[in-house]
T-cell receptor
Framework: AQRVTQPEKLLSVFKGAPVELKCNYS??????LFWYVQYSRQRLQLLLR??SRESIKGFTADLNKGETSFHLKKPFAQEEDSAMYYC?????????FGQGTRLTINP | GAGVSQSPRYKVAKRGQDVALRCDPI?????LFWYQQALGQGPEFLTY????????KSGLPSDRFFAERPEGSVSTLKIQRTQQEDSAVYLC??????????????FGQGTRLTVV
């Protein structure tokens, strides 16, 4: 079965501090992992995907198959990073989301 | 087009009423997904289409829920005899491909359904 777990519903850090949003997954095959973000009053949008190995808005995420994790990291948080973040897994077909983490950056 | 478009944006239905939610995906996108998002929760998968074929409907919560995409473009999610627990935001997403670099899912703004 496909499952994505985001253990933190809420995360609050100060501006300039490092951020790590945790994501663990369960999937027997070779998954594609994504992070989606939803800013206030906007639609859900892709932040980054593991196959691209890119950094978007200073965020990176490394797929660790041994730990079945895909944590999202940023070394220095900015106020505009405040949003809902969803980790997602695509198996053979469907895209499955975690419950989401609400990230708040305090000034 | 401008992206994935959903209508209506808001729908209030009396309990027991049937509703139909529409999704216009990005032109040429093969994959189309429907999700249900309850307040404070992540999107929960409902069903998936590859062109006109409904390949996965394992997430539909009951036989009151029905989705179709007859010509492989526009999709409709129908809920019969709505119940209060159906109140949620219904999201539609489409993607160009099946796997690899074209699997970015583009989301609509959702339809907020309130059953009273």
């Amino acid at each position: 079965a496909q499952r994505v777990t985001q253990p933190e519903k809420l995360l609050s850090v100060f501006k300039g501090a490092p951020v790590e949003l945790k994501c663990n997954y369960s999937y027997s095959g070779s998954p594609e992992l994504f992070w989606y973000v939803q800013y206030s009053r906007q639609r859900l949008q892709l932040l980054l995907r593991h196959i691209s190995r890119e950094s978007i808005k200073g965020f990176t995420a490394d797929l660790n198959k041994g730990e079945t994790s895909f944590h999202l990291k940023k070394p220095f948080a900015q106020e505009e990073d405040s949003a809902m973040y969803y980790c997602a897994l695509q198996g053979a077909q469907k895209l499955v989301f975690g419950q989401g983490t609400r990230l708040t950056i305090n000034p | 087009g401008a992206g994935v478009s959903q209508s209506p944006r808001y729908k209030v239905a009396k309990r027991g009423q049937d509703v139909a939610l529409r999704c216009d995906p990005i032109s040429g996108h093969v994959s189309l997904f429907w999700y249900q998002q309850a307040l404070g929760q992540g999107p929960e998968f409902l069903t998936y289409f590859q062109n006109e074929a409904q390949l996965d409907k394992s997430g539909l919560p009951s036989d009151r829920f029905f989705a179709e995409r007859p010509e492989g473009s526009v999709s409709t999610l129908k809920i019969q005899r709505t119940q209060q627990e159906d109140s949620a935001v219904y999201l539609c997403a489409s993607s160009q491909g099946l796997r690899g670099v074209n699997t970015e899912a583009f989301f609509g703004q959702g339809t907020r359904l309130t059953v009273v």
